[in-house]
């Protein structure tokens, strides 16, 4: 065989071979139908969070099928993705469970039983702040005729919410407290601060990463201690509100000798029972793998790790997460 025909053959093998690598290609970079990831303001932590983690996804598509979108926070991303206006979601735990639920103070309708937990992100904690003056069992006395002034934050705030189921799991509820001579204080955290600061408040509260800034100026002005809450309360929120047990470790804070028993406002990613394995498989397996992503578009996620993704599902986590989890072996 001549040299000519030769490099003919060899050109048309190449030709053939890149046609069929072409077609390999194209088979894995699959198709999927659009569906969109609700979360906050385009100015909060959230949005930057989902438009990362839809990203990710993307890559496993043609055609960029997920598409992040603006929401209306904890209480109204539920409802969208319940009734269909959105496939993916963020909110908190606990109000994705009583959306779960329905028929609650929060979602009077019935409940949204197609709901399926895709992931446990970062997590915010409860921190109940007491000034030097007050005593542990602040809580206790109050069945006595004890009284106390309270930081509780803004109305319908996720703050205001674990507050004043914390302060139920004692047996009193605010209105309870402002008749037997307690001041409630409710505002905003800013206010709270300087309210603690000047000895208008001797109970600090703040549903925060810790050691935020707001969090350490309140604690260094009065010398704060945060408090540890009784296992009957941390199981009652657990279990009723569907938030997570934490102990925060020694030495978070300055004069913290031992853990602290406290709780997680976990940030959730959800999801319907009937979105398909595949998406949701491959959001957790890229959350899993991609940290330092993660945490270049929120910072909060430098204290939160892949093995996070699991814990304190407060209702049915869906099937294509559970496989990936199963596979890690942290399910």
Same mark, same amino acid.
């Given at each position: 065989m001549d040299f000519k025909k030769r490099s003919t053959l060899t050109v048309l093998g190449?030709? #053939?071979?890149?046609?069929?690598?072409?077609?390999?290609?194209?088979?894995?970079?699959?198709?999927? +139908?659009? #569906?969109?990831?609700? =979360?906050?303001?385009?100015?909060?932590?959230?949005?930057?969070?989902?438009?990362?983690i839809s990203e990710m996804v993307n890559a496993h598509y043609d055609g960029q099928p997920v598409t992040t979108i603006p929401g209306k926070g904890a209480i109204g991303n539920p409802l969208a993705?319940?009734?269909? +206006?959105?496939q993916f979601g963020l909110s908190y735990g606990p109000f994705l469970k009583l959306a779960y639920e329905g028929k609650n103070e929060i979602y009077e309708r019935e409940g949204f039983e197609n709901l399926r937990m895709v992931a446990n992100i970062v997590a915010n904690t409860v921190h109940i702040v007491l000034a030097d003056n007050v005593d542990d069992d602040v809580f206790d006395k109050l069945g006595d005729g004890g009284k106390i002034n309270i930081g509780v934050g803004q109305k319908g705030s996720s703050n205001n919410f674990a507050i004043e189921k914390i302060l139920q799991s004692?047996?009193?509820?605010?209105?309870?407290? =402002?008749? =037997?001579? =307690?001041?409630?204080?409710?505002?905003?955290?800013?206010?709270?601060?300087?309210?603690?600061?000047? $000895?208008?408040?001797?109970?600090?509260t703040n549903t925060v990463g810790m050691n935020s800034g707001d969090l350490t100026q309140a604690m260094s002005? $009065?010398?704060?201690? #945060?408090?540890?809450?009784?296992?009957? #309360? $941390?199981e009652t929120m657990v279990n009723k509100w569907g938030y997570v047990p934490f102990d925060i470790p020694v030495g978070t804070y300055d004069g913290q000798s031992e853990p602290v028993k406290s709780l997680n406002l976990s940030t959730v990613i959800f999801t319907t029972a009937d979105m398909d394995d595949e998406i949701v498989y491959n959001m957790v397996k890229d959350m899993a793998e991609n940290h330092d992503r993660l945490i270049a578009a929120y910072g909060g996620f430098k204290s939160w790790k892949p093995t996070d993704l699991p814990i304190g599902h407060p209702i049915p986590t869906h099937a294509g997460a559970v496989k990936y989890y199963k596979e890690r072996g942290w399910m």
């Open positions: 190449a030709a #053939v071979a890149g046609a069929m690598l072409g077609i390999s290609g194209a088979a894995i970079a699959q198709e999927h +139908k659009a #569906v969109s990831f609700i =979360s906050g303001g385009p100015t909060g932590t959230w949005y930057p969070t989902a438009a990362v993705v319940g009734a269909g +206006k959105a004692y047996g009193f509820s605010y209105d309870d407290l =402002s008749a =037997s001579g =307690s001041n409630v204080f409710e505002g905003a955290q800013q206010g709270q601060v300087d309210a603690f600061q000047n $000895r208008q408040l001797d109970i600090y002005a $009065r010398n704060g201690r #945060v408090l540890s809450l009784p296992d009957h #309360v $941390r």
